[in-house]
């Protein structure tokens, strides 16, 4: 019987394990694959375990589900079975809830039973119906890749689908020749879904128009997958070169690649974070991106999930910018001590002329006016001010010409003096009313250390 033996061909190809779950509808599909499983050569063939679920949607469930566990048990293979109970259904969403309690189910007989591999009965038909529906549904062109034969299942486990490469007039003759036992599943024939619309009215026209039309489908998806691999290493080597080390990109690096990487680039940036942008989102990130006239700005994808443009950088991050606010913490620093800051970092106030083992990251901010004391540490705050030589500046003009990132202007430690006057933004500016430690008339320092840095 031709099918038996190109199976049998198709299915050495897969390099399966010793061990695999056959998810079985009862219907002629699932039930020709687990005949064409349970008939392979003896160095083929492996351990078979079947998955059933009853999912209480139709009056003959209770007679496939007797019918599947007779036919297991004189086959001697193991049965398990699962019934989706009717009070769960939800209102709305049945088909993809329904899936949902399957997979969820396979994962669980697969995790308990030690086997790695899932079958389903998915053929040639279901992918020439499947790469039409994401057609006219539109999207992402990746995602016309419909059916793989083999894929990665919840990371630890395989879904393979042996039947791919066979049509549904194959198997059907199959299980005629071989007396198999099926049933049929009457929702199938309900029109309301799209996919049976496909199934009875479309796809049978496109096959009277040409005979290899499911032929040519998995030519196209065949293909797509090659183009789509060279793609995505490609893109995946440009990202490389514009990710800076803290996981942002660089904008101008960005900027310096052709038009259509910087789109394709986004895109997968966007992409590996489990979201797909539509075009018109795609446009806003660009129009953003290349707006020199505003070096920070966001574009929102989903509730939690942002794109950033903070002046030469942008990165895809689940977080809001938040508008500045008034930070509770506050600091007094003692002479002499060193205290501890929230985020792991740790300040001191000490005379000048003592000597303290020093460390790489140390920053220090020398005065010798007491009248400043008491120092205290704090977040900025509306209407911040810093002294400089050409007069008062306001903090968030110092930090917009330094181009600091707004999410770290919020985060970045202030000392100011007991009028609140700002004498030092640590890492960014200090107020002109500091001094060089030039001889010991100087009377107090301030150090700031980081060993969090690397």
Same mark, same amino acid.
Not at 19 to 42: Q, Y
Not at 68 to 80: D, G, N, Q, S, V
Not at 259 to 287: A, D, G
């Given at each position: 019987?031709?099918?038996?033996?190109? /199976?049998?061909? !198709?299915?050495?190809?897969?390099?399966?394990?010793?061990?695999?779950?056959?998810?079985?509808?009862?219907?002629?599909?699932?039930?020709?694959?687990?005949?064409?499983?349970?008939?392979?050569?003896?160095?083929?063939?492996?351990?078979?375990?079947?998955?059933?679920?009853?999912?209480?949607?139709?009056?003959?469930?209770?007679?496939?589900?007797?019918?599947?566990?007779?036919?297991?048990?004189?086959?001697?293979?193991?049965? @398990?079975?699962?019934?989706?109970?009717?009070?769960?259904?939800?209102?709305?969403?049945?088909?993809?809830?329904?899936?949902?309690?399957?997979?969820?189910?396979?994962?669980?007989?697969?995790?308990?039973?030690?086997?790695?591999?899932?079958?389903?009965?998915?053929?040639?038909?279901?992918?020439?119906?499947? /790469?039409?529906?994401?057609?006219?549904?539109?999207?992402?062109?990746?995602?016309?890749?419909?059916?793989?034969?083999?894929?990665?299942?919840?990371?630890?486990?395989?879904?393979?689908?042996?039947?791919?490469?066979?049509?549904?007039?194959?198997?059907?003759? #199959?299980?005629?020749? &071989?007396?198999?036992?099926? /049933?049929?599943?009457?929702?199938?024939?309900?029109?309301?879904?799209?996919?049976?619309?496909?199934?009875?009215?479309?796809?049978?026209?496109?096959?009277?128009? !040409?005979?290899?039309?499911?032929?040519?489908?998995?030519?196209?998806?065949?293909?797509?997958?090659?183009?789509?691999?060279?793609?995505?290493?490609?893109?995946?080597?440009?990202?490389?070169?514009?990710? !800076?080390?803290?996981?942002?990109?660089?904008?101008?690096?960005?900027?310096?690649?052709?038009?259509?990487?910087?789109?394709?680039?986004?895109?997968?940036?966007?992409?590996?974070?489990? #979201?797909?942008?539509?075009?018109?989102?795609?446009?806003?990130?660009?129009?953003?991106?290349?707006?020199?006239?505003?070096?920070?700005?966001?574009?929102?994808?989903?509730?939690?999930?942002?794109?950033?443009?903070?002046?030469?950088?942008?990165?895809?991050?689940?977080?809001?910018?938040?508008?500045?606010?008034?930070?509770? @913490?506050?600091?007094?620093?003692?002479?002499?001590?060193?205290? !501890?800051?929230?985020?792991?970092?740790?300040?001191?106030? /000490?005379?000048?002329?003592?000597?303290?083992?020093?460390?790489?990251?140390?920053? @220090?901010?020398?005065?010798?006016?007491?009248?400043?004391?008491?120092?205290?540490?704090?977040?900025?705050?509306?209407?911040? &001010?810093?002294?400089?030589?050409?007069?008062?500046?306001?903090?968030?003009?110092?930090?917009?010409?330094?181009?600091?990132?707004?999410?770290?202007?919020?985060?970045?430690?202030?000392?100011?003096?007991?009028?609140?006057?700002?004498?030092?933004?640590?890492?960014?500016?200090?107020?002109?009313?500091?001094?060089?430690?030039?001889?010991?008339?100087?009377? #107090?320092?301030?150090?700031?250390?980081?060993?969090?840095?690397?």
């Amino acid at each position: 019987m031709k099918l038996k033996e190109d /199976f049998a061909q !198709n299915f050495g190809k897969l390099s399966c394990s010793k061990k695999v779950l056959v998810a079985v509808s009862t219907g002629v599909d699932s039930m020709t694959l687990l005949d064409l499983i349970l008939n392979l050569p003896n160095n083929l063939r492996p351990e078979v375990f079947v998955a059933y679920v009853d999912h209480q949607l139709r009056p003959e469930s209770a007679k496939e589900t007797a019918f599947i566990t007779k036919f297991c048990a004189r086959h001697k293979l193991k049965l @398990f079975c699962a019934r989706w109970n009717a009070q769960d259904h939800p209102s709305s969403g049945v088909e993809e809830a329904g899936r949902n309690f399957r997979y969820g189910f396979f994962k669980k007989a697969m995790t308990e039973n030690h086997i790695l591999e899932l079958m389903t009965a998915h053929h040639a038909d279901d992918q020439a119906e499947t /790469f039409l529906m994401k057609l006219l549904r539109g999207g992402d062109l990746a995602q016309l890749h419909a059916i793989e034969k083999k894929r990665r299942f919840e990371k630890r486990f395989w879904l393979i689908r042996p039947l791919l490469p066979f049509s549904k007039q194959k198997l059907l003759d #199959y299980a005629k020749k &071989r007396h198999l036992v099926y /049933f049929e599943d009457s929702t199938n024939q309900n029109d309301d879904f799209l996919r049976n619309r496909l199934r009875h009215e479309v796809v049978p026209r496109l096959k009277k128009e !040409n005979k290899r039309f499911l032929e040519h489908v998995a030519d196209y998806i065949a293909q797509l997958d090659d183009i789509s691999a060279v793609a995505k290493k490609t893109i995946a080597e440009k990202i490389a070169e514009i990710r !800076n080390a803290n996981g942002s990109f660089s904008l101008s690096a960005w900027a310096k690649l052709a038009v259509f990487e910087q789109k394709l680039v986004l895109k997968e940036i966007i992409m590996n974070n489990h #979201y797909f942008p539509s075009e018109r989102q795609l446009e806003q990130v660009l129009t953003l991106l290349t707006n020199l006239s505003k070096p920070q700005g966001e574009i929102q994808f989903q509730e939690n999930l942002f794109l950033k443009k903070e002046y030469n950088v942008f990165m895809v991050t689940k977080a809001k910018t938040t508008a500045m606010k008034k930070h509770d @913490f506050h600091l007094k620093l003692r002479l002499g001590k060193w205290q !501890n800051l929230p985020d792991g970092t740790k300040i001191g106030l /000490f005379r000048s002329n003592i000597k303290l083992k020093k460390s790489a990251t140390d920053k @220090f901010f020398y005065f010798s006016d007491s009248s400043r004391l008491p120092l205290n540490v704090r977040h900025r705050l509306m209407g911040d &001010r810093i002294s400089l030589k050409i007069g008062k500046k306001k903090l968030k003009k110092v930090f917009i010409e330094q181009k600091v990132p707004q999410q770290i202007r919020e985060e970045k430690w202030l000392v100011a003096d007991s009028n609140g006057e700002v004498l030092w933004a640590i890492g960014i500016r200090k107020s002109d009313l500091s001094e060089q430690k030039v001889n010991d008339k100087m009377q #107090y320092m301030v150090i700031f250390r980081n060993n969090t840095e690397k």
